[in-house]
């Protein structure tokens, strides 16, 4: 949530229950649900980021077959960055044209991959490919195994994403199960042994 709402919800909130239960005491717990839910908000994830790496997870693998293709042609590191940055556009797409031109212009390897490193997968992939540069291993071969492992790791947050919206789907019938049950099946119960000890005394 942008912050330009964020505090004005936790102290709409805020002023509801301060409103609702009234008083002094209104006014402590009123404060104390501004803060909560400035607090909780302030951690939820804008859609945008969401959006942004949801995007890169699906490309990197891609981006890692591209530039190792770019490589086995002949070209050289930055400008295989660059080129294939360019063409896939993106998140991935422009940090690797920051990457191809940091080594352009002579940047350490680490320091140049290091434009990937806040993406899904992306620090993983920057030392890779920093190791690679630094102790001469073939990039060609360092870049295939990141794209299998990328693709191996993109297969599991969806494989966990699956499972996780089966948990949120029956959380709802349980919500709702686990008070009908108590009403339907404990309540009865407690009332008829209450009824059996009074009508005992």
């Not at 009234?22 to 839910?37: D, N």
């Not at 077959?65 to 295989?80: E, S, V």
């Not at 360092?142 to 299998?148: C, I, K, V, W």
């Amino acid at each position: 949530m942008s912050p330009w709402l964020r505090w004005p919800a936790a102290v709409l909130a805020g002023l509801s229950m301060a409103v609702g239960i009234g008083g002094p005491g209104g006014l402590v717990v009123g404060a104390a649900v501004a803060v909560g839910c400035g607090l909780l908000l302030r951690r939820i994830e804008p859609a945008s980021a969401r959006r942004e790496r949801a995007t890169a997870r699906s490309d990197l693998p891609f981006a890692a077959d591209l530039l190792a293709a770019a490589l086995r042609a002949g070209a050289p590191p930055d400008l295989a960055a660059v080129t294939v940055g360019e063409a896939l556009g993106g998140p991935v797409g422009l940090r690797l044209a920051r990457t191809g031109r940091a080594l352009r212009l002579g940047a350490a390897p680490d320091a140049a991959w290091a434009h990937l490193a806040d993406l899904p997968g992306g620090a993983r992939f920057a030392r890779a490919a920093t190791r690679s540069a630094e102790h001469g291993i073939a990039l060609t071969r360092t870049l295939d195994r990141q794209a299998a492992d990328l693709r191996v790791a993109k297969a599991a947050a969806a494989e966990a994403a699956v499972r996780r919206v089966g948990v949120l789907a029956v959380l709802p019938v349980g919500l709702c199960f686990l008070p009908a049950f108590v009403l339907a099946g404990v309540v009865p119960v407690v009332v008829s042994v209450l009824h059996d000890v009074f009508a005992a005394l």
